[in-house]
C-alpha cells in the first residue's frame, strides 16, 4: 500500500476521532444547563429527520409516491403501532397507491 493512502486513512481517522472524543475530554463532570440538555436529547432526531426528508421526496419522479408512504408511516406511527408494522403498513399502502396511479 502507498505510504499516501496510509497517511490519508490516518489523517481520516483522527478527523473522526477528535470529534467524538472532545466533548467527553472538556465536559467531563460538568453539568449543562437544562436548555442544553433538551437540545441534545433532541439532536438523534433532528438528524434522522435530515436524513429521511430528502429521499421522501425524491423516492420517485411522482413526488406524491414519498408522500403518501411517509404520510402512511406517520399515522402508523402516531397511532402507537409498533415498528415493523409502520413498515409494512407503508409498504402497503404504497403498493395500492401504485396499482391505482
Do not use: C, H
Request: charged share 10%; aromatic share 14%; hydrophobic share 65%.
Amino acid at each position: 500500500m502507498k505510504a499516501e493512502i496510509i497517511w490519508m486513512i490516518l489523517g481520516m481517522a483522527v478527523v473522526t476521532y477528535l470529534p467524538r472524543m472532545l466533548p467527553f475530554v472538556l465536559f467531563k463532570g460538568v453539568e449543562l444547563p437544562p436548555f442544553f440538555q433538551g437540545v441534545l436529547k433532541n439532536v438523534p432526531y433532528t438528524t434522522l429527520g435530515a436524513l429521511i426528508f430528502p429521499g421522501i421526496l425524491f423516492i420517485q419522479e411522482d413526488i406524491w409516491f414519498g408522500l403518501v408512504g411517509a404520510a402512511a408511516a406517520f399515522l402508523a406511527a402516531f397511532l402507537g403501532a409498533n415498528v415493523i408494522f409502520v413498515v409494512l403498513g407503508s409498504i402497503a399502502v404504497l403498493t395500492i397507491y401504485s396499482t391505482i396511479m
